[in-house]
């Protein structure tokens, strides 16, 4: 079994920075890739950032050049720099990880860029 928890979320102004971490704890060993997805109201959860164990990046579009993801392998975490935050990335932020036998998911966290 293993446990996700994220941290850093909150409210913030456009333009803004915030940084997002999830620390994964219990069998989680063998782990592949890690990451994030966020859900905004009324839209589908969507691929933000996710990294290998080699530390091979992929971002969405919309966040390209403005959001950076890392990972510690030693200790299972991985990070979501943001910078530049938009209203439009106004969501709840959902880490990840894959395993052999599958994936589990962090409980979310608020982020909301309002001014």
């Known amino acids: 079994q293993v446990q996700l928890v994220e941290s850093g979320g909150g409210l913030v102004q456009p333009g803004d920075s915030l940084r997002l971490s999830c620390a994964a704890s219990?069998?989680?060993?063998?782990?592949?890739?890690m990451g994030w997805y966020r859900q905004a109201p009324g839209k589908q959860r969507e691929l933000v950032a996710s990294?290998?164990?080699?530390?091979?990046?992929n971002y969405a579009d919309s966040v390209k050049g403005r959001f950076t993801v890392s990972r510690d392998n030693a200790k299972n975490t991985v990070n979501l720099q943001m910078h530049s935050l938009k209203p439009e990335d106004t969501a709840v932020y959902y880490c990840?990880?894959?395993?052999?036998?599958?994936?589990?998911w962090g409980q979310g966290t608020q982020v909301t860029v309002s001014s």
């Open positions: 219990g069998s989680a060993f063998s782990v592949y890739a």
């Open positions: 990840y990880l894959d395993r052999p036998i599958g994936r589990s």
């Open positions: 990294i290998t164990t080699g530390h091979n990046t």
